[in-house]
């Protein structure tokens, strides 16, 4: 399985007045700028066999911007991808097969907890994700058996890619 995990666009402050924290949406300035950095993984990545996303608002909105970047694919709200653990979520990539490519899009610290447990890590600060930023892991059989890294690249590098 070749894992794209993706974080989220740059969002609304956390603190925001009268914004809950689920309804939390891209900033405009985060939307384009990860539209740009959507196409830059474009380049480096052909489109995955599965798009699945937390359902919080600023997830889902830079899923949909990848999505368009890849073609229409249609995102598949993940619940885990909200408010799981590592340990949930590579439950849920189980179910998929071996031979798939799937991308992700959520949140911190969830995302560098996954990935540090695919990595065999126990320091998950270590792999900390930017928002906009992208890792892709390769699970060469079940995931809880877990993977070797692939590229871990900031959203910086992917806007220069496209």
Known sequence: MKLLIIRHAIAVARDTAQVPDEDRPLTEYGKRRFKTAARGLVRICGRPDLL?????????????????????????HEPILAHGSPQDLINVLSQHTAHQKIAIVGHEP????????????GEHRSFTLRKGGVALVDIPGPPSEGGRLDWLLRPRILRELA
């Open 52 to 76: 699945l996303t937390s359902p919080l608002l600023r997830a889902v909105a830079t899923a949909e911007i990848v999505a368009e970047a890849w073609g229409g694919i249609t995102p598949t």
């Open 110 to 121: 969830l995302l560098s907890g996954l990935l540090a447990r695919l990595l065999g890590s």
